[in-house]
């Protein structure tokens, strides 16, 4: 009796908790993924091309690593044995070979999958084939998996990711496990245990401020996107981060909606996933990109998520706590003209409303490092008075 008592204890241990490689993503995860500029039209040569300019244009110098192939890689159809196949006119020499090659750059590689029977595409999904195509991707040297929710119809999130995660365990290959569950069932609350980040909306669209209606589903603009949940902010951190989606930095917007559009994720400390063509990328553009200074905020050790302190007329007060008693103070224009900001730091006492983070600026000096200007540009014992443009920013380090 006490046999059996132990083989159900077991049975049921062993479905409640997923086994996941730790410690892979103690910061958020920093690449380039196809979807957002190509679609379905991605060839061997142009993940090459990329890997070459990660390297080329200081993108690899500035903490990106992954290079991720997103849906249309496959055949229609798995082959005859059963596994995914990749589609030999787009990738005439296979998924290792290119492995290969961006290993060789020093850099990591990634793919996607989905959780349902079809990709969003209507490629082969990975719903019954788990343990399968995890040892298939382990055996290309992957490093990343994009795990999206098309074709799923009534499955069990958890269930889903959690079979996904223990078939990589088993695979015995660390990757990164990317849940694209769309936040429909506030993965926030459980995606750490069987991921190392998770989306919290729909795609998103090369805008600042709009939505493109698709009929059955939408896009958003990157601020729907950061206004899209509430209350989310206490759940991520080393290890397990809130996912606002692959950037759209040189996809359309204007420099200044860019330039925010990057400080915003940057303050989020959510995964930096270029979505561009980095290989024809504009000076502005890539300056942006690889701003050491704002990477570095995004990838403070602490992990903490910004939250907005308040609002001085049309300007938003972003604030992220940073290691070392430090601060991140991000002043956001939601207006499209320019917006005059004067902000008395003596005036402020902020508290993190979430973790145990206060500052209270009548009794503490802060240096102020402009990220964007790239320069020190006074302390927090006067009072900040700027110009912002349009859907612009003024981004601050506070150092002690």
Request: glycine residues 8%; proline residues 4%.
């Amino acid at each position: 009796m006490k046999k059996t008592f132990l083989i159900i204890f077991l049975i049921i241990n062993s479905l409640a908790f997923a086994q996941k490689y730790e410690n892979l993503a103690l910061t958020p995860p920093m690449g380039w993924n196809s979807w957002n500029t190509f679609k379905s039209d991605i060839s061997e040569q142009l993940i090459k091309d990329v890997a070459d300019a990660f390297i080329r244009d200081g993108y690899k110098d500035a903490g990106y690593e992954y290079i991720i192939i997103d849906d249309c890689w496959a055949l229609r159809e798995r082959d005859e044995n059963g596994n995914l196949a990749p589609d030999p006119e787009k990738f005439p020499n296979g998924m290792k070979a290119l492995a290969d090659y961006i290993h060789s750059k020093g850099l990591k590689f990634g793919i996607y999958g989905d959780a349902g029977r079809k990709t969003c595409a209507g490629y082969p999904g990975s719903w019954g084939y788990e343990e399968q195509d995890a040892r298939l991707l382990a055996s290309w040297g992957v490093d990343y998996l994009k795990y999206d929710w098309c074709s799923t119809m009534g499955r069990d999130p958890k269930e889903a990711y959690k079979t996904m995660s223990d078939a990589i365990y088993a695979a015995e290959r660390p990757m990164v496990l990317g849940i694209c569950e769309w936040g429909t069932a506030a993965p926030w609350e459980w995606g750490k245990e069987f991921g190392h980040l998770w989306r919290i909306s729909g795609d998103i669209a090369p805008c600042f401020e709009c939505i493109v209606d698709h009929g059955s589903y939408k896009d958003w603009g990157v601020m729907k996107i950061v206004y899209m949940r509430e209350g989310i902010r206490k759940y991520s951190g080393p290890d397990g981060w809130n996912d606002f989606d692959m950037m759209e930095v040189g996809n359309g917007m204007a420099v200044e909606e860019d330039r925010s559009h990057f400080s915003l994720w940057c303050m989020f400390s959510t995964a930096l996933i270029m979505g561009n063509d980095i290989r024809s990328a504009a000076p502005e553009t890539i300056e942006i990109l690889t701003n050491k200074d704002a990477i570095a905020i995004n990838q403070d050790p602490l992990g903490i998520q910004a939250f907005k302190y308040t609002d001085v007329d049309s300007t938003e007060v972003w604030v992220k706590s940073l290691e070392n008693e430090e601060w991140a103070v991000c002043f956001l224009n939601r207006k499209s003209e320019p917006a005059s900001l004067e902000f008395d730091w003596g005036e402020h006492q902020i508290q993190d409303p979430d973790f145990d983070y206060a500052v209270d600026f009548s009794k503490n000096k802060f240096k102020l490092y402009n990220i964007w200007a790239g320069e020190r540009d006074g302390n927090t014992k006067k009072p900040l008075k700027a110009r912002i443009a349009g859907h612009g920013v003024i981004m601050f380090r506070l150092e002690k």
